[in-house]
């Protein structure tokens, strides 16, 4: 599986940006989709997920700004971000998980930086 992801770029504060990611490859494997980001000085964390069903998960600090969709027919993942917070800026990684029954294999988009000034 290969993703990659577009749509970063710097925004002031209150404004909205779009992030999307494409799959490719082994992409009929793919059990979820989602968003991770990376602050500087700081771990990386989920920031919302999308099962192929589409139920999502989203990080508290995101819930009623930001909405994670899915386009199975086109392998497409996106993150509408709205009311940006400069708490929002960070490397933003697009994720594909594929299960099996003893495994989980994640793979990483090469991520797309999101600046928000205040």
């Known amino acids: 599986v290969q993703l990659q992801a577009f749509g970063g770029g710097l925004v002031q504060a209150g404004g909205s940006l779009r992030l999307s990611c494409a799959a490719s490859g082994s992409t009929s494997s793919i059990n979820i989709m989602g968003w991770y980001r990376q602050a500087p000085g700081k771990g990386r964390e989920l920031v919302a997920s999308?099962?192929?069903?589409?139920?999502?998960d989203y990080a508290n600090s995101v819930k009623g700004r930001f909405a994670i969709s899915r386009d199975n027919a086109k392998n497409t993942v996106f993150l509408q971000m709205n009311s940006l917070e400069p708490e929002d800026t960070a490397v933003y990684y697009c994720?594909?998980?594929?299960?099996?029954?003893?495994?989980?294999?994640?793979?990483w988009g090469q991520g797309t930086l999101v600046t928000v000034s205040s």
């Open positions: 994720n594909a998980a594929v299960y099996s029954p003893r495994t989980r294999d994640n793979y």
């Open positions: 999308i099962t192929i069903s589409g139920t999502t």
